[in-house]
């Protein structure tokens, strides 16, 4: 949205978690998060929030009646996941018509530190593979370079592990049903699998250089 000519810019640092709980909590009100820092800073200001800008906030809105024990246990329910009673119920509509998941702040945090490391592993396995490109055309083999790589292929299957832990255990969590969670793309994994094979196949029918340390004087 462009700024209007009687606005300013206001700019602030935080700490990146504290900066995506916000983000994770602005994209569930009116606006996202600049117009979230818009009322809060009004409402700091002038003691009351400004209205929600134009062109937002336009979903239907959908009433339900609960007994005192169901609203007790929603509400119980939205401060265990940190949000509140309409967001939850939100949430729960998401998942089961639009088969996405929806992740709490802790949640969230788990998935980063996940995405860190096997970016971490996948810097680790370019430098393996560039070590073992270079020992096919010297025939210098660095030592203990088969247990790095065999550890590094047993960390990518532990992170992965621990995603699919938390795809699943969100769905868990919401109900949805094993049957209507969703899947991949089909033919993608024999897809994949066949490309890594042929890329195999060509690997070891490439013309490889004889080592100098073995030719002929």
Known sequence: MPRKPDQATLSVHVEQGLAARFQAWARQTDGGASAALRRLVTEAVEGKPIAAPRGTGKGEQVSVRLKKDER????????????????????????????????????????REVFKELRRIGNNVNQIARAMNVAAHTGQ??????????????????DMGR???????????????FDERPRPTPGVVERVEAEAKAAEVKRRNRPRRRPARFAED
Do not use: C
């Open 72 to 111: 007790r246990a929603l509400d119980e329910a939205a401060r265990e996941r940190a949000t509140t009673p309409a967001n939850w119920l939100r949430s729960l509509a998401i998942v089961h018509l639009g088969r996405k998941p929806q992740w709490t702040t802790a949640e969230l945090d788990e998935l």
């Open 141 to 158: 083999y660095p030592p203990h370079q088969g247990v790095a790589a065999k550890e590094a292929a047993e960390a990518i299957r532990d």
């Open 163 to 177: 995603v699919v832990a938390l795809m699943t255990g969100n769905f868990d969590y919401w109900g949805l049903p």
